[in-house]
């Protein structure tokens, strides 16, 4: 299944951070949707340029133009995931739920965040009115669930706590299987969240902070 990871050019500093962390705890290919190709990118990632970078309610547009050529299933993320851990098994098991009414697998413990159901096999259920369903912590997508609400001229924060009226189900796992942090504040792009990060990565992480850009 590909694995997406939108940036834009203010977020350049962090794609260092982001594949070093990625390919140590995940690993694999993946493809960077971004405007300006960053510099010194490791081979096993794929860049996508949308072109000049407007403004921020051209966000929804330019990733849509996108989105609509995908497969019905993918990973999506975004650039400041600090992948920490990742079970492949509990993997494994999102997998398997991709599935005709299923809109988005949560790979994080966000559903957990609010109303939910756990069924006794581990899959939390989100509640149909409960906020965040579009959440953009790491997850599976159902193509045509993100497309419902994937329209022209929103910024990320406006897609994200837009209301959901719909048939589809938003799902995770109790026992999720990627565990991150949100890795820049949002008042300050530059300053990291780091908490968690195993020290050996905290050294490798600042010589790609020096190094890679």
């Given at each position: ?15 260092p ?26 081979e096993?990632v ?8 407007g403004?921020?309610?051209e ?9 609509e050529?995908?497969?019905?299933w ?11 851990k ?5 993997m ?7 599935l ?19 069924t006794?096999?581990g ?10 369903r ?38 995770g ?7 991150h942090n ?32």
């Amino acid at each position: 299944m590909k694995i997406i990871v939108t940036t834009s050019d203010n977020y350049k500093h962090i794609i260092p951070v982001f594949t070093y962390l990625f390919q140590k705890y995940w690993g694999g290919e993946i493809e960077l949707l971004g405007y300006e190709k960053p510099d010194n990118l490791p081979e096993w990632v794929k860049f996508v340029s949308m072109g000049k970078q407007g403004p921020k309610e051209e966000w929804s547009t330019d990733l849509r133009s996108y989105f609509e050529l995908q497969d019905q299933w993918f990973i999506w993320m975004m650039e400041d995931t600090f992948i920490k851990k990742v079970n492949k098994d509990q993997m494994a098991f999102a997998y398997a739920l991709t599935l005709p009414n299923i809109g988005k697998i949560a790979l994080t413990k966000d559903p957990q965040n609010r109303e939910h159901t756990i069924t006794k096999e581990g899959v939390v259920w989100a509640h149909p009115d409960s906020k965040y369903r579009l959440s953009t912590q790491p997850s599976i997508w159902n193509r045509d669930f993100l497309l419902e609400y994937l329209k022209d001229g929103m910024d990320p924060w406006t897609f994200e706590t837009q209301p959901t009226k719909d048939d589809w189900n938003v799902v995770g796992l109790k026992d999720y299987p990627v565990y991150h942090n949100e890795g820049v504040r949002r008042h300050n792009i530059n300053e990291f969240d780091l908490t968690g990060i195993e020290p050996e990565d905290l050294i490798n992480i600042e010589w790609h902070r020096e190094n890679s850009i």
